[in-house]
């Protein structure tokens, strides 16, 4: 078992047509968007986990490929400053997948990188500004 | 029954005996208040959250020659700092902004730099740059002004926070239906969330709901150094009302602040970004606690589950004065991370952060008990719930007066 988060580019003449279904029909493998928009000059993007067997897994990456789908590995990430938060915690109940949580004995908040989603709700509204998103 | 002169012989023989406010409540649950008011001498406090009436002054010493800023006007890294004073004395208040700051202009604006951060900027040692113009006069020819300033070298620069410290806070939610940005934070519409913001059972003045023993010249942790209480605060409110155990249930009194900025610590005073409302600075403060008598340690144990705090509405209520409170939540249930408002389970925030609040109580337990820190008498007392001191709305009038 394979599981990636990618980004999708989908070129102006694909924004139309159905291809992610593919990915389901054709390889077996479980996407969940994480995020997605068409720009105004009309290209598509979306950010996509994407799972399933490693050989459909390559399998459907190619496909996407032969379609003219520009895909990157995500590199986009939020990350903690750890010498700026102060745990206040004001992020907790903004954080829509449960990314932040206060420990209940520390009053600390933990952040776990694994479900954040990279929404960046948490980077706008963070007071110390201790949320940063790196490429 | 103990003296605070008493207190501090044992401070200094080495022999006093400090809790935290928190460990204060579990040694009167096992010891009840007359055996834990003879066994603990000092009951330490803390709270870490945003206070906006917050800010300091300077006196940045006479340039070659002379130019006289009071009157003129003055930035620090392009923040306006208040110049209606002396030559060269300058106020910076921690929510001051740069005029014409492009990322506060579209909405909800960022508001990622004002006073707050200027004032953390040169805490940690960090140049700033200064700017200010002037007319010019005989004795102060001087017209304009740029340089680089560093904290160590300013005469005087200290913190003077006329408001902090608040006893007890309101619970913010939003009843619109579109999301709004507040000084609470964001917040989400349909009672998406809560914030609050206290430490709660670590909070100063809610361990000490009366001021018997917290009162002006009172010693304090302040920013990582040490201050003093100047006065009460603006906005203190003492005949608000309290519930059986003394305790407000509404925002109640307050603290006015003063302290040596040049001993201060940029981790206890940080400059914060309220999205969408503007700058305002995060003040570490702690305040011992002297058991005089079974009376105040019984206050000192005032736990979470046992201190309220009103649910109220910023979409309508707070910004138009209007309405009550939705719900009275205690701070137990706001640190469980949900409450219920209006039959609906919320999700809460707090703006104070709990852990820095104990760290505080434990920094300035540890300053004692070392015997570098040593209690000192109030010098008069904050105005309490008998003395008739309130805080009123502004009543407005028209500007000319309608002939009778």
Not at chain 2, 328 to 349: C, D, F, H, R, W
């Amino acid at each position: 078992m394979v599981a990636k988060r990618i980004v999708l580019h989908f070129p102006h003449r694909l924004v139309d047509q159905p291809i992610v279904y593919k990915l389901v029909k054709e390889f077996d493998l479980q996407f969940n968007i994480l995020k997605a928009f068409v720009t105004p000059q009309e290209e598509g993007l979306m950010v996509l986990e994407l799972s399933g067997k490693r050989e459909n897994f390559d399998q459907g990456v190619e496909y996407l490929r032969s379609c003219g789908v520009r895909i990157q590995p995500l590199a986009q990430d939020v990350v903690r400053n750890e010498a700026k938060c102060t745990n206040c915690g004001v992020c907790v109940p903004i954080c829509p997948t449960q990314a932040l949580v206060v420990d209940p004995v520390t009053r600390k908040v933990l952040f776990n990188n694994k479900k954040c989603i990279a929404c960046e709700l948490c980077v706008k509204i963070c007071p110390p500004r201790a949320m940063e998103v790196h490429f | 029954m103990k003296t605070i002169k008493e207190i501090n012989e044992k401070i200094k023989r080495g022999e006093v005996v400090v809790v935290t406010a928190e460990e204060v409540i579990e040694l009167v649950e096992k010891k009840g208040a007359k055996r834990a008011a003879q066994e603990v001498d000092v009951v330490t406090t803390g709270t870490f959250g945003p206070m906006c009436s917050s800010g300091a002054y300077f006196n940045i010493g006479h340039t070659r020659p002379r130019i006289k800023i009071g009157g003129g006007t003055c930035t620090l890294n392009d923040v306006p700092a208040y110049t209606g004073f002396a030559a060269v004395d300058i106020y910076l208040g921690a929510t001051a902004l740069p005029d014409d700051d492009p990322r506060n202009k579209v909405y909800p604006g960022e508001f990622k730099y004002g006073g707050a951060h200027v004032i953390q900027e040169l805490v940690n040692g960090n140049d700033v740059r200064l700017e200010a113009s002037a007319y010019g006069t005989d004795c102060y020819p001087r017209k304009k002004l740029e340089t680089l300033i560093n904290l160590k070298d300013l005469n005087e620069a200290v913190l003077f926070n006329i408001r902090n410290a608040y006893q007890n806070y309101n619970v913010a939610v939003n009843l619109s239906d579109k999301t709004i940005y507040t000084y609470m934070g964001m917040l989400k519409p349909g009672l998406g969330n809560a914030n609050y913001c206290s430490a709660g059972q670590l909070s100063p003045l809610l361990k000490d709901p009366f001021y018997r023993t917290i009162g002006i010249g009172t010693k304090i942790f302040l920013g990582g150094g040490i201050g003093y209480i100047a006065w009460q605060g603006t906005q203190h409110n003492p005949q608000v009302l309290r519930g059986d155990s003394g305790i407000p249930l509404v925002p109640g009194g307050t603290l006015a602040v003063i302290g040596d900025l040049k001993q201060m610590k940029p981790e206890w005073l940080v400059g914060t970004s309220m999205f969408g409302y503007g700058v305002t600075l995060i003040v570490g403060i702690g305040v011992p606690i002297p058991v005089l008598n079974e009376e105040t340690v019984q206050y000192a144990a005032a736990k979470d589950k046992d201190i309220y705090a009103p649910v109220v509405d910023y979409a309508q209520n707070y910004p138009h004065c209007s309405g009550s409170a939705l719900a009275e939540v205690n701070y137990a249930q706001l640190k469980s991370g949900k409450i219920n408002v209006q039959g609906k389970e919320v999700p809460t925030g707090n703006l104070s952060s709990y852990s820095k609040a104990r760290e505080i109580s434990e920094e300035l337990k540890s300053w004692i008990k070392k015997g570098d820190f040593v209690l000192t008498e109030p010098v008069a007392k904050l105005p309490g719930a008998e003395s008739g001191y309130t805080f009123k709305m502004l009543k407005e009038r028209p500007l000319i007066e309608k002939e009778a």
